[in-house]
């Protein structure tokens, strides 16, 4: 990166977020971010909820008068629900697609116009393996990163050829807080994740945020756009059942 840039990270106290904000600044990015707590890095720090669209207008106008607007933005806020479909109600299904899909669609509308402007940036959203596939007792999350990744492809199409890319990476199971609390809760174990990934092990935030680097950058990802990048050890790649997954490791 031979010029200074800005990058836009979303939900970034924790977890993933705050790993991708850390590795943003070492590579040299300004950094400004929203979460709805306060967090302890060095940029422009705003407490706010992506979802609400008046909170998202307020963040966007501090950003352009510190920066000037942005190169990168990183849609990472998220929350998860984990319940059977027949027990999830309609505030609950409201609240995580406002949170997971909503949310970067305002943030990618705002700062994507400015971008458009200036015909370059990178937009890269946090969806998930459970974009990709099905996964018992998430339908909400499922549904919030489906479409994720459908307005990923779509804003692609839309902006690529006017110099803005968009893109999305796909964890799999990632050692965070979020991951502390559904466990804490009974809906899986370590070895729940640990058994199907083919490299036995969760990911860990680093590994996510490494990937996010490299579709924000420009000299090293200018050509891919609309991609749904897995970082998930092979889990959506596996379709073995048990025994034979298990088996394979000690060949």
Known sequence: MTETRVAVVTGAAQGIGRKTA???????????VIDTKPVDLDGLMFVGDVSDEASVARFVAEVEEVYGGCDVLVNNAGIASIAPAEDTDAAQW???LDVNLTGPFLLSRAFGRRMLVRGTGSIVNIASVAGLLGVADRVAYNASKHGLIGMTR????EWGGR???VNAVCPGWVKTEMDDESQASGAYADTDITDHVPMARFAQ???????VAFLADPDRSGFINGASLSV???WAADGSWQSLRLDSRGR
């Open 22 to 32: 850390e590795l943003l600044v070492e590579e040299g990015y300004r950094l400004a």
């Open 94 to 96: 409201r609240r995580v």
């Open 154 to 157: 779509t804003l692609a199409v």
């Open 163 to 165: 110099g803005v890319r």
């Open 205 to 211: 935030p680093e590994d996510v945020a490494r990937a």
């Open 232 to 234: 998930d050890g092979g």
